[in-house]
């Protein structure tokens, strides 16, 4: 069912707006319909807890693509969000000077390996270095007052050195010479990829489940400071307006007595945005999951229809797959996904159970065990349901009924 709602009020003193709002919180009726102004201390709580979802978004992706070292003493690294955030800039940087060295070592591994600073001191001397890059098939030869030395050959270049003060021969690029060595260089990306791995390894070594609890409070301490700077003032006074069960009614009217807030209660009115909440019979209440998987829900003034929906969607269900031995296997991988799972949501595994039970109903009323054909089955299995249901045209008539129903 639909539960009835009523539009409230809420009255205190500006000096308790903090505890007021505490308290609401604590008795978890109120549907707040106001919306907040964006204040420093809301775009700090938001900050706050986009940093912390970017932290867990973070660790999950790395999870997926590295496989980290074992943990030391077998424990998670207690790391928090900012931790996270921090390691993954300082990956970040790692990442732009690893693409760096590497470009600097594919510029210097056709010269091999030599030190600019000998390079820079005979230069000094009056006998110029230069590096230079030619076409294979021409490369420059030596000249009066000029040696060519050819240090390696690459498809179609070749690549050497000068030593002189002569203009390289037309054609020929000069290179100019690196400040540091090819030795230096790969030193550096050995030091830069260790520093890298280190860095993942810590990110994926992280408490994930700590991560979710410090998001988890700074997404309640985000809606803490949404609702309280929701809240309208004038003068001492400051209200806050929302929607609150009526069946709760009375738990809210109790907490305002006993803190001496003011209060007003009465029944929406055409055209305000109630919001929905749906209370099912206990047996139906599975339907719930449905809902939010579909991302349903009926408007304040519209009819439930859930016990109905939930009561075709389960038979519709368990005719397409129709399958008493899929149903049997389902039922088991849910029994052993919830003694697995013991503290995730009942629901999802209710509402699994639900199904895998109508599978093995409808499959036993057709005598369907793992797709056998009936006239393979033991006589024990067969009776006059499945026999009749074996019949094409006692489907379709069975499914127009349903459809009209």
Same mark, same amino acid.
């Given at each position: 069912?639909?539960?009835?709602?009523?539009? *409230?009020?809420?009255?205190?003193?500006?000096?308790?707006?903090?505890?007021?709002?505490?308290?609401?919180?604590?008795?978890?009726? @109120?549907?707040?319909?106001?919306?907040?102004?964006?204040?420093?201390? &809301?775009?700090?709580?938001?900050?706050?807890?986009?940093?912390?979802?970017?932290? #867990?978004?973070?660790?999950?992706?790395?999870?997926?693509?590295?496989?980290?070292?074992?943990?030391?003493?077998?424990?998670? &690294?207690?790391?928090?969000?900012?931790?996270?955030?921090?390691?993954?800039?300082?990956?970040?940087?790692?990442?732009?000077?690893?693409?760096?060295?590497?470009?600097?070592?594919?510029?210097?591994?056709?010269?091999?390996?030599?030190?600019? =600073?000998?390079?820079? =001191?005979?230069?000094?001397?009056?006998?110029?270095? #230069?590096?230079?890059?030619?076409?294979?098939?021409?490369?420059?030869?030596?000249?009066?007052?000029?040696?060519?030395?050819?240090?390696?050959?690459?498809?179609?270049?070749?690549?050497?050195?000068?030593?002189?003060?002569?203009?390289?021969?037309?054609?020929?690029?000069?290179?100019?010479?690196?400040?540091?060595?090819?030795?230096?260089?790969?030193?550096?990306?050995?030091?830069?990829?260790?520093?890298?791995?280190?860095?993942?390894?810590?990110?994926?070594?992280?408490?994930?489940?700590?991560?979710?609890?410090?998001?988890?409070?700074?997404?309640?301490?985000?809606?803490?400071?949404?609702?309280?700077?929701?809240?309208?003032?004038?003068?001492?006074?400051?209200?806050?307006?929302?929607?609150?069960?009526?069946?709760?009614?009375?738990?809210?009217?109790?907490?305002?007595?006993?803190?001496?807030?003011?209060?007003?209660?009465?029944?929406?009115?055409?055209?305000?945005?109630?919001?929905?909440?749906?209370?099912?019979?206990?047996?139906?209440?599975?339907?719930?999951?449905?809902?939010?998987?579909?991302?349903?829900?009926?408007?304040?003034?519209?009819?439930?229809?859930?016990? *109905?929906?939930?009561?075709?969607? #389960?038979?519709?269900?368990?005719?397409? *797959?129709?399958?008493?031995?899929?149903?049997?296997?389902?039922?088991?991988?849910?029994?052993?996904?919830?003694?697995?799972?013991?503290?995730?949501?009942?629901?999802?595994?209710?509402?699994?159970? *639900?199904?895998?039970?109508? @599978?093995?109903?409808?499959?036993?009323?057709?005598?369907?065990?793992?797709?056998?054909?009936?006239?393979?089955?033991?006589?024990?299995?067969?009776?006059?349901?499945?026999?009749?249901?074996?019949?094409?045209?006692?489907? @379709?008539?069975?499914?127009?009924?349903?459809?009209?129903?």
């Amino acid at each position: 069912m639909i539960v009835p709602m009523r539009h *409230v009020t809420v009255l205190c003193t500006l000096a308790a707006r903090e505890a007021a709002v505490e308290r609401l919180r604590a008795l978890g009726v @109120m549907h707040i319909a106001q919306a907040p102004a964006d204040t420093p201390r &809301l775009q700090e709580a938001r900050a706050r807890l986009q940093e912390a979802d970017q932290a #867990v978004n973070l660790l999950d992706a790395m999870l997926r693509t590295h496989r980290p070292s074992a943990p030391k003493h077998g424990q998670a &690294l207690p790391l928090k969000s900012a931790d996270i955030l921090a390691r993954s800039h300082e990956l970040a940087d790692c990442e732009l000077s690893r693409a760096q060295t590497l470009r600097e070592l594919e510029r210097l591994e056709p010269f091999g390996d030599f030190d600019p =600073a000998q390079a820079a =001191a005979l230069a000094e001397a009056g006998v110029p270095c #230069v590096l230079f890059r030619a076409p294979r098939a021409c490369p420059p030869a030596a000249r009066d007052g000029v040696m060519v030395r050819i240090l390696s050959r690459r498809a179609n270049d070749c690549f050497g050195v000068q030593f002189g003060a002569a203009d390289l021969p037309a054609g020929v690029e000069s290179v100019p010479l690196p400040a540091r060595s090819l030795a230096t260089a790969q030193a550096a990306l050995r030091e830069i990829q260790a520093r890298r791995q280190r860095l993942t390894d810590e990110i994926c070594q992280a408490d994930r489940a700590a991560l979710v609890t410090e998001r988890d409070g700074l997404a309640d301490a985000h809606t803490f400071a949404a609702v309280a700077e929701s809240m309208a003032t004038q003068g001492p006074v400051c209200w806050i307006t929302g929607f609150c069960p009526a069946d709760t009614l009375a738990a809210l009217q109790a907490a305002a007595r006993a803190a001496g807030w003011g209060w007003q209660a009465r029944p929406p009115r055409d055209g305000e945005a109630v919001p929905t909440l749906l209370r099912p019979p206990r047996l139906f209440r599975p339907v719930l999951a449905i809902f939010d998987l579909l991302g349903i829900t009926p408007a304040y003034t519209e009819t439930d229809i859930s016990v *109905v929906f939930y009561g075709f969607f #389960v038979l519709f269900f368990a005719m397409l *797959v129709g399958d008493a031995g899929y149903g049997a296997v389902l039922l088991a991988a849910v029994a052993a996904a919830r003694r697995r799972f013991r503290r995730a949501p009942a629901a999802p595994f209710t509402l699994l159970t *639900v199904f895998a039970c109508a @599978m093995i109903a409808w499959g036993f009323l057709s005598a369907t065990y793992f797709g056998i054909p009936l006239r393979l089955l033991p006589v024990g299995l067969t009776h006059g349901v499945s026999r009749w249901l074996a019949v094409q045209s006692n489907i @379709m008539r069975l499914c127009f009924t349903l459809g009209a129903v």
